[in-house]
């Protein structure tokens, strides 16, 4: 496994988790750092990005101001803070390894720019 996330779990309406996005086998620094979801029958979607360079970062409409990304590149890590969760982030969350940031489908995403991506690590909220 070269991208693992994790840092998932059981969280209140109004919570907070942090996400972690480890690599191995590669570095990090160079590539364009994106998360997905899944939520449960729905389509995987884009949910944020950070640039490799300055750190540019981006966020769909749904998660701005209250979801933040961030990198470490001496741990080789990328993390997905989030706040104020509700019900609609209930999801599995997917990090991925690419040459651009853009706001694409999945589907896009892997075809394009996609280099790597793992495994999800689930976020469920709930009361």
């Known amino acids: 496994v070269q991208l693992q996330a994790s840092g998932g779990g059981l969280v209140q309406p109004g919570g907070s988790l942090r996400l972690s996005c480890a690599a191995s086998?590669?570095?990090?620094?160079?590539?364009?750092m994106t998360w997905f979801r899944q939520a449960p029958g729905k389509e995987r979607e884009w949910v944020s990005c950070i640039g490799s360079g300055d750190g540019s970062t981006y966020y769909a409409d749904s998660v701005k101001g209250r979801f933040t990304i961030s990198r470490d590149n001496a741990k080789n890590t990328v993390y997905l803070q989030m706040n104020s969760l509700n019900a609609e982030d209930t999801a599995s969350y997917v990090c991925?390894?690419?040459?651009?940031?853009?706001?694409?489908?999945?589907?896009?995403?892997?075809?394009?720019?996609?280099?790597?991506w793992g495994r999800g690590t689930l976020v469920t909220v709930s009361s």
């Open positions: 086998a590669f570095t990090l620094d160079y590539y364009h």
């Open positions: 991925a390894a690419g040459s651009a940031c853009s706001n694409s489908s999945w589907h896009e995403y892997i075809i394009t720019i996609g280099d790597y």
